[in-house]
């Protein structure tokens, strides 16, 4: 059963059981560790937390790209197969936003989950959490070729015979992980229609972030809270992808080009080098081809 740690905020944690955790070592590990992919946009938003909370973690590089989250390893630290993935004194938390509500709550030094608005950072984090498919969908159209981002055979079938369990019972997210990578595979990347639509969730989410933006300093209130952190990682990543936010999404860009001063926001949220050099090659391969961002953007 999920741990309710702040019953009056209706926040659920997820904690893996001693049964979920296959990888037994795990259990011996002492402080605050994080498993994490310096390009996923999950892990990116948890480091520049820890940092801005100044919390001291230990790092464990788990490689999205070669298939490091599909080894029995890994699985059997996250069946889920995603990172980040935080443990803490041999207990593993699993699902970003609510590794950082755990963590604000046990380092109180620099609250960035305020309870006296954790109802709207909930819903944000709920609706970013809700949109995370359709950044992968753009992430894996635009950023590299298909052939870099499909996932190989056996590593979707260890994933698949890997255990299902997620604090003792048969976990749904499991399915949806590995529902996206077959079907990647199958469509041979992302259909036109998918782009399209997780475009238009994006430029819906936009304004409305935009308006919020044009009442207060930070997305939430005056304070910067996680929230702001979390849509900053989306931004960057809509960037490199080619999204332009100065003429339809004002107080955003402002916001952004503010929140870019921060030394951490900005090193935390930098694709990895070899990630970079292939993503600029495939960025002048699209525009050859005449298959630019840019094409999908302004159609409705
Ligand atoms: N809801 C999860 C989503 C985690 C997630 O999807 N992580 C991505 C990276 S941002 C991942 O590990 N993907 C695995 C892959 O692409 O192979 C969370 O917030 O932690």
């Not at 639509?197 to 005056?222: G, P, R, Y």
């Amino acid at each position: 059963m999920p741990i309710l740690i702040y019953p009056f905020l209706k926040i659920i944690m997820v904690k893996l059981l001693d049964t979920d955790i296959k990888t037994k070592e795990v259990k011996k590990w002492q402080g605050i560790n994080i498993l994490h992919f310096q390009g996923s946009s999950c892990s990116q938003k948890l480091r520049i937390f820890l940092k801005e909370k100044n919390i001291n973690w230990k790092s464990h590089h788990v490689n999205l790209v070669t298939g490091d989250n599909f080894t029995d390893w890994f699985l059997g630290i996250n069946p889920r197969g995603v990172v980040p993935v935080l443990v803490d004194n041999g207990e593993v938390h699993i699902e970003s936003n609510d590794i950082i509500k755990y963590l604000d709550n046990k380092f109180p030094s620099k609250i960035l989950w305020p309870s006296n608005e954790a109802n709207k950072i909930e819903k944000f984090l709920e609706e970013e959490d809700g949109i995370h498919l359709d950044l992968r969908n753009l992430t894996m159209k635009f950023v590299a070729p298909t052939f870099l981002m499909k996932k190989k055979e056996k590593d979707i079938k260890n994933f698949e015979e890997s255990s299902n369990f997620v604090e003792g019972v048969e976990d749904k997210q499991k399915q949806i992980q590995l529902n996206f990578h077959k079907n990647f595979i199958k469509d041979n990347g992302i259909s036109s229609s998918s782009i399209q639509k997780s475009i238009n969730v994006f430029k819906e989410k936009l304004t409305k972030i935009d308006n919020e933006l044009s009442k207060q300093k930070f997305i939430v209130s005056n304070q910067l809270t996680i929230v702001d952190i979390a849509w900053f990682v989306y931004l960057r990543r809509l960037e490199t992808i080619g999204f332009t936010f100065k003429k339809n999404y004002p107080n955003l860009s402002k916001w952004f080009i503010e929140l870019k001063n921060n030394k951490n926001f900005l090193k935390e949220t930098s694709l990895p080098t070899p990630l970079k050099i292939i993503s600029s090659i495939f960025k002048a391969y699209l525009f050859l081809t005449g298959q630019t961002f840019n094409k999908y953007l302004n159609k409705d």
